[in-house]
């Protein structure tokens, strides 16, 4: 069964991304993630323009983080004071985000920066995760497992000013890195097309010293709005948000993402980071390869989007 997608300006089989937004779901309600890490190169995989990719990933982050941050809202897993200091610094970074995504495609190179921009951030963070994770599970088998966050421990960000208290985190830290978090992880989210999980994740984790469960809710809370933002003005700015395949992905996805938050339930954190890290890198090989692998086409003409 096939349908066609106005803003692609191509024919596409509509249960192949029935499927894979149901995937892309269960792994955002699993881990804690938008999922638009994954969703973007699965789209240009299929042959979806990278620019559509990115607009459309996007707007399929919000509906996939809704249903998830609502799964664990209800689990009491969600810092909303934190999610919205996040908020604030992540607004503001898609906004810069956007604006860089149209000179790069005025420029004809985004292509080329998403594919960089992908297996750099990509491989850098799978690995420190997949480390770190391997080395928790090795302390938990061996039983001198430690925590995170240990009692009366302390690092630079507990010397910042303007700190606030997150109750919810168990936290008394400065505003200054989240907001910074959250303005790094806007502006790559709106390049990317990807609610910037994989990056807020590991460093609620390890620079802020969020519980993992409380991660999970608060990412996705966050991913919700600034996701809801790129997508507005990936749409008015750049052309590029492809309503038919968004709603194919968002209603597949926010099925998953129910079933994805029970699974993730059943899990250890470190068992979590270990298989987030794990798909990361999966994810960050197949783009690499793509790079470097001699293309079965060497020509070819696409249309250009962000221009009006």
């Not at 809202?73 to 610094?89: E, F, P, S, T």
């Not at 480390?131 to 302390?139: D, G, K, L, T, V």
């Amino acid at each position: 069964m096939h349908i066609y997608l106005p803003i692609a300006e191509m024919s596409v089989n509509v249960l192949l991304f029935l499927g894979m937004g149901a995937a892309v779901g269960f792994l955002s309600g699993l881990f804690g993630v938008g999922g638009g890490f994954l969703m973007t190169p699965l789209l240009i995989f299929s042959g979806i323009p990278s620019a559509v990719a990115v607009g459309t990933g996007a707007a399929q982050v919000v509906a996939s983080s809704v249903s998830g941050a609502m799964a664990q809202y209800r689990r009491n897993n969600v810092d909303i004071k934190l999610g919205a200091v996040l908020l604030i610094g992540g607004i503001v970074g898609s906004v810069i985000g956007v604006k860089m995504v149209r000179i790069l495609n005025l420029a004809g190179q985004f292509d080329l920066f998403i594919a960089l921009a992908y297996v750099t951030f990509l491989g850098v963070i799978g690995t420190l995760m997949l480390i770190e994770s391997i080395h928790a599970i090795q302390r938990t088998r061996s039983g001198t497992s430690r925590a995170l966050r240990q009692s009366g421990q302390h690092n630079w960000i507990h010397r910042l000013p303007l700190k606030m208290r997150f109750h919810r985190s168990k936290l008394y830290i400065s505003a200054i890195p989240p907001l910074m978090i959250g303005a790094f992880v806007g502006f790559l989210g709106a390049i990317m097309g990807a609610g910037g999980g994989f990056i807020m994740v590991p460093a609620m984790i390890y620079l802020l010293r969020v519980p993992t469960n409380v991660v999970v809710g608060t990412s996705l809370f966050q991913t919700v709005f600034v996701s809801a933002v790129t997508t507005v003005m990936q749409a008015s700015e750049n052309y590029s948000v492809d309503v038919v395949l968004g709603l194919i992905l968002i209603v597949s996805g926010v099925i998953g993402a129910q079933y994805g938050a029970a699974a993730g339930a059943r899990l250890k954190g470190e068992q979590l980071r270990l298989l987030l890290a794990a798909l990361v890198l999966l994810v960050c090989f197949r783009i690499g390869w793509d790079l470097v692998v001699t293309p079965s086409e060497l020509f070819s003409i696409s249309k250009t989007f962000g221009v009006p």
